[in-house]
């Protein structure tokens, strides 16, 4: 058997076999049917975990680790906030084995823990970023990163940079930027489409138009050879030699005949 | 080949062609050469009424010697001399008799282009003899296989009806446009020709009428994948919820700025009338019906 095994044989008995552990069941007992006193001791655990991690990060050199411990401790803190009105409510139920000045001294407890984590630090700048974080939680409507019910906390709850207030200012004019660019792009997308679509339909009607007139040609640029070819024939023959030296010889004895008359007559 | 004053030849023409004793038969040969002669001399010398006479002369004579070709040709110079003249029935009636002879040639492209020039110019002057040409070229060319070159000539027709305001009319020429254009293929004319008549419809203030044109388009393929049935679709669901914003907003739209300009100026004009009581209208028609049923 491997030590994985093992190891999961293990927790299997102890699961088991948990409740015959009396120290266990002791420590549940407590706070067994006291659900506020459980849910008070848990949330201060995570309180006393944040707080320190705060501190951790304060002293932390590196930038980018800072920020994500603060992120961190920025998310615990709305869990443990998100808690607290639970607690309060459970903090005005009666319990049995509870005096009345122990109730009242629970809701108490309660306001209390709240302080304290809000408390916690979580990076951010104190004055000016409460001054920003009012006009901030305004602004982004839509898309939430942490807390939900970031109404309870107020505004100084989302204290922000300056930096990231600046940075998201120019994220959405970015975007806006983008969105109008892709606006005009589509726009003339679609005039380049008509105008396709059109030149389809008029190259379709001119397809035939232009076969017709490629027949056309043709036939006339055929009949033009033939016609030129007869009319070269005929020139030649025309002009063959025999023709031309009977004319040359029936032209001097023409001459002839005349010089013959003139001669005579004179 | 004397060029001399143009009346002795139209003289010389008749008496050739006139029959008498002495002549049994007349002379259409030489005639139509001196008819042709002394209508281009008339026309050079801007005698319109002389030279539409020749022409007309010329014309009979070559259907005489049995050539259509020329005798169509010289009608169409006799319809453009009685243009000028300002003659519009005659102008018609010559553009149609040489679109006839253009037919006997058995060239219909000639034909309905005869017919076309008629129409123009009796546009402005007797629109309703210009749809009829148009509509009677558009036949002809239907009848020879030839409908890509009749969108330019329903494209006309269409913009004199909506000239003339007889906007039914124009509609139902656009749906004839969208189904020449549906037999040679040509789906881009065939989708922007039906929104154009729903649009036309719209413009009437009639949104029965147009839904139901819409209805029938639909069931065309071509149409329902179109850019221009989503337009039509926003548009008759702007008009059902009657948002006249958002009306507006379609008519800027690119699609429908791709429609011939006359639709255009249409669509900007859109809603007209009430869209409110269009969409009161709309709901208590539907309600009727179901009381009916409620009844029965």
């Known amino acids: ?266 | 080949m004397a060029s001399s004053d143009p009346d002795k030849l139209m003289l010389k023409a008749d008496k050739q062609t006139k029959l008498s004793l002495t002549r049994w038969s007349a002379d259409w040969r030489s005639a139509t050469a001196l008819y042709e002669q002394a209508a281009i001399a008339y026309r050079l010398a801007k005698n319109y009424e002389k030279a539409k006479e020749a022409f007309e002369k010329a014309s009979k004579g070559q259907e005489m010697l049995s050539s259509p070709w020329d005798a169509a040709k010289h009608m169409e110079s006799a319809g453009s001399l009685a243009k000028e003249l300002r003659n519009w029935s005659e102008v018609a009636d010559f553009y149609r008799r040489a679109s006839e002879l253009y037919i006997e040639c058995g060239r219909s492209q000639p034909a309905s282009d005869a017919l076309t020039k008629g129409a123009r110019v009796l546009e402005e002057v007797v629109p309703e003899e210009a749809i009829k040409l148009y509509t009677d070229a558009c036949a002809i060319l239907e009848e020879d296989g030839k409908e890509q070159m009749a969108f330019d000539l329903y494209r006309a027709a269409t913009s004199v009806y909506i000239k003339l305001e007889k906007f039914t009319d124009a509609a139902a020429t656009l749906l004839r446009w969208g189904l020449a254009a549906d037999k040679c293929n040509a789906t881009n004319s065939q989708c922007k020709a039906y929104l154009s008549a729903i649009i036309v419809y719209l413009y009437l203030h009639d949104s029965t009428q147009a839904e139901k044109c819409y209805n029938d388009c639909s069931q065309i393929d071509a149409f329902l994948r179109s850019d221009q049935n989503r337009c039509a679709t926003k548009l008759l669901s702007a008009y059902a919820e009657g948002d006249v914003e958002e009306i507006k907003h379609i008519a800027q739209s690119s699609t429908i700025t791709h429609l011939d300009h006359v639709i255009i100026r249409l669509a900007r004009k859109l809603p007209t009338g009430d869209v409110a009581a269009l969409e009161n209208n709309a709901s208590k028609e539907q309600e009727e019906p179901l009381d009916e049923n409620d009844l029965t």
């Open chain 1, 1 to 266: 058997m491997s030590v994985i095994d093992l190891i999961t044989r293990v927790d299997a008995i102890c699961q088991k076999y948990d409740k015959y552990d009396v120290d266990k069941q002791k420590q549940l007992d407590v706070s067994g049917d006291d659900a506020f006193a459980r849910l008070y001791a848990a949330v201060e655990a995570d309180a006393e975990a944040a707080a320190q991690k705060a501190e951790l990060a304060a002293t932390e050199k590196s930038r980018a680790t800072a920020i994500a411990m603060n992120a961190e401790i920025r998310r615990t803190k709305s869990r443990l906030l998100e808690e607290l009105p639970k607690l309060q409510r459970l903090a005005f139920k009666k319990v049995k084995g509870l005096s009345k000045e122990e109730l009242e001294a629970r809701s108490d407890l309660v306001s209390a823990l709240k302080d304290r984590i809000e408390a916690i630090p979580d990076g951010t700048a104190g004055v000016s970023g409460q001054n920003g974080g009012s006009a901030a939680s305004t602004s982004r409507p839509g898309i939430r990163f942490d807390s939900t019910s970031d109404t309870k906390f107020g505004s100084e709850y989302h204290q922000q940079t300056e930096e990231s207030e600046g940075f998201r200012q120019e994220y959405e004019m970015r975007r806006m930027k983008q969105d109008e660019g892709l606006d005009v792009i589509a726009e003339g997308l679609d005039t380049l489409k008509n105008m396709a679509g059109d030149m389809n339909e008029e190259f379709d009607r001119q397809a035939p138009l232009m076969d017709e007139i490629d027949d056309k040609v043709d036939r006339a640029a055929s009949d033009l050879k033939n016609t030129n070819r007869r009319l070269k024939d005929t020139v030649t023959q025309l002009r063959s030699s025999r023709n031309f030296c009977l004319d040359i010889i029936l032209l001097c004895i023409i001459l002839g005949i005349a010089a013959y008359l003139y001669n005579v007559l004179k």
